[in-house]
């Protein structure tokens, strides 16, 4: 309809002919990590690693770059989805997160306190939590 009308006005328009980027309202959120060893070290269980888990690990990594989160897969060979080669392995080499598959590598729990990450899990930590 409105496409005729400007036809018929002699109006040259282009319908959806480009794409304007813009980044919806940030809305304060939350993450609550399955598993903080006493060295500093946060670790996250999943099964499935859904694109909102990945979002929010990127977006939490850009925030507080001196958290240690690492990732327990159930299996890290499996693809982010059926359309992608990408494996949850993969993704975490890529965004330079340490991962391991089924079970903590005991190594992880006897690595020494890291008070760099311990300050970052103090100042990140919503108050009365920790």
């Not at 850009?62 to 392995?89: C, G, M, W």
């Not at 598959?101 to 008070?115: A, G, L, R, S």
């Amino acid at each position: 309809m409105v496409g005729e009308q400007l036809k018929a006005l002699n109006v040259s328009a282009r319908y959806e002919s480009i794409t304007i980027g813009y980044l919806p309202p940030s809305k304060p959120r939350r993450y609550t990590p399955d598993w903080v060893l006493p060295n500093g070290i946060i670790i996250e269980t999943k099964g499935r690693f859904v694109t909102a888990d990945r979002q929010k690990h990127k977006a939490i990594k850009e925030q507080h770059p001196n958290l240690d989160i690492r990732f327990v897969f159930s299996n890290a060979r499996q693809r982010i989805s059926k359309q992608s080669a990408t494996t949850y392995a993969r993704w975490c080499d890529s965004y330079g997160f340490k991962y391991a598959d089924k079970t903590v590598p005991p190594k992880w729990t006897t690595e020494p306190v890291n008070p760099v990450a311990i300050n970052a899990i103090q100042a990140a930590t919503v108050k009365g939590s920790f």
